[in-house]
């Protein structure tokens, strides 16, 4: 059975996105539907609003010229635009294909080629010129649409127009033919592909995963009651919302829901956005969940005495509830006494600097996360679930839920899912999120889906209680030379644990012992040497001070007592270069690519076995 063969999923009579987001917004009307800060101040947007705003976008790109079943990309961070022309790309019968904001200029070109994408949406000058430079060799391309003009008054070009041109030719065509909207919208059905998401290509070009209305009406249904949505809910957006997890989050949720989007004002204001917003639902990868670890594990070190003392004994009566939690039982009328103490005096004011006072639902995915990190923001009080799913199953296909909850697992199968281990040891899924196929792609499609069966490429199990242990990636394990099997994850995640690690690899494939490159965190071991009087004039020397090479060698050596000895880290190199989502070695989550890593640090990991 394919996700085809599943009956649609019906939410309030209707059986597609498009269909539901236009019930809710004559439903909604002057509800808030999502804010952003514009010149310091939180502006308000409603239903109504977005509704005519998506409305014009969608009719807009049809005077134009785009047709049901073509494909439009979109390259900004995030905006309420980005919605706008999400909901309006759906509503007229389009595809909707979101672009990272850092992919090149030759990233771009392959993916409007492969998608065959007629509209390109670009967010301002910079990302115009990438598309400007390879539309050439773009014969599909009718029409480029710019979000920001700024730079570009004196900008003339008969292929580019701005949004708000846009809008004026989505609202003519609106007066001309009043009902042509609402019978696009109707048109749409539950088995019409409706977003492209492609995958980092980590071995070879990057694959677009065709998405349907029925993938995503059904993981709408499922998790709405499983994060426990509500209208009163209030979100950030922060996260590409190219990537699966964000896009759900912030624009196919809140379509059952009706919660609050609130978008941060740019990548680097994340913490002081969330602390004026305090989301009551948050989801993010383990990098930012790490730093805030690590921001509160440093601001301690620089408290007092009495500080630290009152922290210890807050945060120790913390972990008391965290393992009564975690081991299903009640806690005492005494820990509860305790937990209810150090809340009021120590540990509400740590939720409040982080921006997660209010938070009812936080969650961890798109990568694995150390089980210390989750008990920690147990001990604090805030419910964490770690989450697994992927772009190919259009998210989450199991979760901890606050009934089912096992630390160091991923959960067990959400419902309606199938979840089984094949004789390899591959954790194959199954079930209406599973997605169409992999565009132009055939032959990858049929590897990947095979009888319904979604080969994940993860290896694991499943325990008696039904929960999902993920041990590694297929292609990652680790084969020492003599002959033990080696899952790294497990180790680079007690390393990142430490507020001095950004990320970190684990070699050792066919080798006789095991070795790591580590990216340092840039900015908190940057202050660690200004405290301690370190001398250095840039990344490369900070990286080959002697006394940071100390700290991060006590940092393996404090992990390496958590392993056997086959599976500690015997040698280290620090990789000397400040890396951002632009360059090779990272994926857009900020995860170091591990096949990429070990060829084009080759020499530099040779040295840690001569």
Known sequence: MNAMTYPPTVIDGAETTAQLFWARVKQHDQKIAMREKEFGIWQSITWAEYGARARACGLGMVAL???????????????????YLDMG???????????????????VEYLCND???????????????????VRERLPELLKIIVLDM????????????????????????????????????????????????????TTGPPKGAMISHRNLM????????????????????????????????????????????????????????????????????PRIWEKFYSAITLQLKEATKLQQFAYKLAIGAGYKIAERKLNGEEATGLEKAKFWLANQLVLRNVKRLLGLDRAHYLGSGAAPISPDLIKWYLALGLDMYEVY?????????????PNQFKLGSVGVAAPETEVRISDEGEILLKGPHVFLGYLNQPEKTAETVTDGWLHTGDVGYIDNNGFVKITDRMKDII?????????????????????????????????????SLIMIDHENVEKYAQDKDVPFTNFQSLCRAQEVLDLIRSEVEAVNKNFAQVETIKD???????????????????KLKRSFVNQKYKSLIDTMYE
């Not at 099997?485 to 680079?492: A, D, G, K, L, V």
């Not at 280290?572 to 900020?590: Q, Y």
């Open 389 to 401: 799913g992927q772009t190919e199953n259009t998210g989450v296909a199991t979760t901890n839920m």
């Open 65 to 83: 010229g785009l047709k049901r079943g073509e494909t439009v990309s979109i390259l900004s961070d995030n905006n309420p635009e980005w919605l």
């Open 115 to 133: 998608s065959r994408t007629r509209i390109f949406v670009a967010e301002n000058e910079e990302q115009l010129d990438k598309i400007l430079e």
């Open 150 to 201: 700024e730079g570009l008054r004196d900008f003339d070009d008969d292929q580019v127009i701005s949004i708000e041109e846009l809008y004026e030719l989505g609202e003519a065509y609106h007066k001309e033919l009043p009902d042509f909207w609402e019978e696009q919208i109707a048109l749409s059905k539950a088995e019409d592909l409706a977003i492209l998401i492609y995958t980092s290509g």
């Open 218 to 285: 059904f993981q709408i249904s499922n998790l709405t009651p499983i994060i426990g949505f509500g209208p009163e809910d209030e979100q950030l957006s922060f996260l590409p919302l190219c990537h699966v997890a964000e896009r759900s989050f912030s624009v196919f949720l809140p379509l059952f829901a009706g919660s609050v989007i609130n978008f941060v004002e740019g990548p680097d204001t994340v913490p002081e956005n969330i602390r004026e917003v305090s989301p009551t639902v948050f989801f993010a990868v």
């Open 89 to 107: 790309i759906l509503g007229v019968g389009g595809v909707s294909n979101g672009v990272y904001t850092t992919d090149s200029p030759k990233q």
């Open 479 to 515: 084969i020492t030379a003599g002959g033990k099997n080696i899952t790294p994850s497990e180790i680079e995640n007690q390393l990142k644990f430490s507020p001095y690690v950004s990320d970190a690899v684990v070699i050792g494939d066919k080798r006789k012992y095991l070795t």
């Open 572 to 590: 280290f190199r620090l990789i000397d270069e400040v890396l951002t989502a632009e360059d090779d070695e990272l994926t857009p989550t900020m």
